[in-house]
């Protein structure tokens, strides 16, 4: 699947901040099960760092967020629920990296992200594109204490 990256307005964020619902576990994700992250997500202060993803057909398939710690580029990013375990991960989260080094003119040699440790699916999937564990954590989010493991993977030789 081809991926356009276009900036994030009123319109996706409430798509995806209201209509969105993971099943099972997976609504540990959902946007309104954390109040804080919440209204972050739906700040237009703060879209210069996140972007909606639409596929060829310019319909919503999933939003990428670009964060700067230490100057080292953070990803988080989200498929539209009905897209999930289907096969798309893989193209998605390389597509969003590629993406932000481009439009951030990021020079690092690597990217982060963090997951949350019950998504095993995603533990398991992303070391087969090149990310690698480097700690585990507790992140406190959606009203409680959550076990977190920040990946890294690099992006230049």
């Not at 969105?20 to 609504?27: A, E, L, R």
């Not at 309104?32 to 596929?55: G, I, M, P, R, Y």
């Not at 998605?92 to 993406?99: Q, Y």
């Not at 982060?112 to 992140?139: D, H, S, T, W």
Request: aromatic share 20%; hydrophobic share 35%.
């Amino acid at each position: 699947m081809k991926y356009n990256f276009v900036q994030m307005n009123e319109k996706y964020a409430s798509e995806i901040a209201y209509q969105w619902k993971y099943d099972s576990i997976y609504s540990f994700y959902d946007m309104t099960a954390d109040k804080e992250d919440l209204e972050e997500f739906l700040d237009s202060k703060k879209w210069n760092h996140k972007f909606a993803v639409l596929n060829e057909f310019k319909e919503l398939c999933g939003f990428y967020s670009y964060y700067f710690k230490n100057d080292i580029m953070w990803v988080g990013f989200g498929l539209k629920p009905e897209l999930t375990g289907k096969g798309y991960g893989s193209n998605f989260v390389m597509s969003g990296i590629k993406f932000g080094v481009k439009h951030f003119n990021y020079s690092k040699n690597y990217v982060m992200l963090a997951v949350a440790v019950f998504n095993q699916r995603a533990i398991k999937a992303y070391p087969k594109i090149g990310f690698e564990i480097l700690e585990e954590y507790i992140q406190e989010t959606n009203g409680g204490k959550h076990r977190f493991v920040k990946m890294s993977k690099r992006i230049r030789k």
